[in-house]
């Protein structure tokens, strides 16, 4: 399987302006967790909180710039949804925007979200677009 976690921290970098100095929220089990934590502890962000699931999260929202999800499938082959309306609760007073990474298979995180101000949203197929441009622009 093709580890897309240096291409998914670049993008994010690039959205960011830079990542050093920066917080981020990791969510999903801990073996797909670990390729980003690595990344963003060496890209010398301030803070990368790391949860299993997106049960607890709101209260950490506020604190970070960068959210990347992870999670694996449920039985029924779907990932579990972050909602829309928890990310607005928790973006309430937000002055830079989320940038929220999508990594499951199926939407982890509500396409509603996208639409939220606080909230730049990059599902699977956005960040599919955006390597292969990048691999044709390098080739």
């Known amino acids: ?5 240096p291409q998914v921290v670049s993008i994010a970098e690039a959205c960011l302006g830079g990542l ?3 917080s981020a929220l990791l969510i999903g089990p801990e073996e797909r967790r670990n390729p980003y934590s690595y990344l963003l502890r060496d890209a010398q962000m301030r803070q990368v909180y790391q949860e299993d699931t997106s049960l607890h999260i709101v209260s950490l929202l506020p604190a970070v710039d960068l959210l990347i999800s992870v999670p694996t499938l449920d039985n029924g082959g779907s990932a579990i949804q972050l909602s829309a309306a928890k990310l607005a609760t928790a973006c309430t007073g937000r002055r830079s925007p989320l940038f ?5 298979p199926t939407p982890s995180v509500e396409e509603m979200a996208g639409l939220l101000p606080a909230v730049c949203l ?7 677009r955006i390597i292969v441009k990048n ?3 390098a080739s």
Do not use: H
């Not at 399987?1 to 976690?5: D, E, G, Q």
């Open 1 to 5: 399987m093709f580890n897309i976690a």
């Open 20 to 22: 050093q100095g920066r």
């Open 100 to 104: 929220i990474f999508d990594l499951s």
């Open 122 to 128: 990059y599902t699977p197929e956005d960040l599919r």
């Open 135 to 137: 691999e044709m622009k």
